[in-house]
């Protein structure tokens, strides 16, 4: 058998995890690939205005469905679904070695007099990347509160749009190649950032001032509402 074991009483263990400084095992790493990498890349369109909603209705009660232009369509890079892939990886390999520590014998015992047994060797780094890993990915779903997510690339800014569309070149991909291409598949996002002549785009991270705006902005219309309340 290529990567499973007997153990002394007779019962199949993985002994696939071989993790190197926290890093997950090459077997673990393609499982959670397969289960994450369709959300890597998505289609967006910009925020439906109006008159979007008004065909989208008159299409749907005939029965049809509005597409969008292919000139109003983008691309989002999801760097949190990344962080979930990593996550996952090092998950299951942690249930590997629960799973091993608990019914394989070998790992249950220390390489030499004094040291710590295999599994624990192998547990104290994957474990310690793991809880990192969580506390990363709690880090950047508190970011989705700020104006400007850090962990996502969209065309919906000018120059996220501009390496995009120059990577989805370079692949010698395009809209076509993505299953969702209708809008009632691509994901509605906005605004759009719009750079008139003279001006110039939005830095990565956003402005200072326009940070600071809307969280006066945010704390504003909290009293409000508990002005209201």
Not at 145 to 151: A, I, P, R, S
Not at 211 to 227: G, K
Request: with cysteine.
């Amino acid at each position: 058998m290529d990567d499973i074991e007997q153990n002394t009483t007779g019962t199949s263990i993985d002994n696939t995890v071989t993790p190197a400084s926290g890093i997950a095992s090459p077997q673990s790493w393609e499982k959670a690939y397969k289960q994450h990498y369709e959300n890597f890349v998505t289609l967006v369109s910009p925020r439906w205005a109006i008159q979007d909603f008004l065909i989208r209705m008159v299409c749907g009660l005939c029965g049809q469905t509005a597409s969008v232009p292919r000139s109003r369509l983008g691309y989002r890079v999801n760097f949190a679904e990344m962080q979930r892939m990593y996550m996952r990886a090092l998950q299951i390999d942690l249930i590997k070695l629960g799973v091993e520590m608990r019914f394989d014998e070998t790992s249950q015992k220390a390489e030499g007099w004094g040291d710590m047994p295999v599994g624990l060797k192998k547990m104290d780094a994957i474990l310690k990347a793991y809880i990192q890993a969580v506390r990363d990915y709690e880090y950047m779903t508190d970011a989705t509160q700020k104006q400007y997510d850090m962990f996502i690339a969209s065309s919906e800014r000018d120059q996220d749009h501009v390496h995009l569309r120059a990577a989805i070149l370079r692949a010698q991909k395009g809209v076509d190649d993505f299953e969702d291409s209708e809008q009632k598949y691509a994901l509605p996002t906005g605004p759009w950032e719009v750079v008139r002549a003279g001006e110039k785009p939005v830095p990565i991270g956003g402005t200072r001032n326009a940070s600071v705006q809307s969280l006066l902005r945010r704390a504003l219309l909290t009293r409000v509402f508990l002005a209201l309340l």
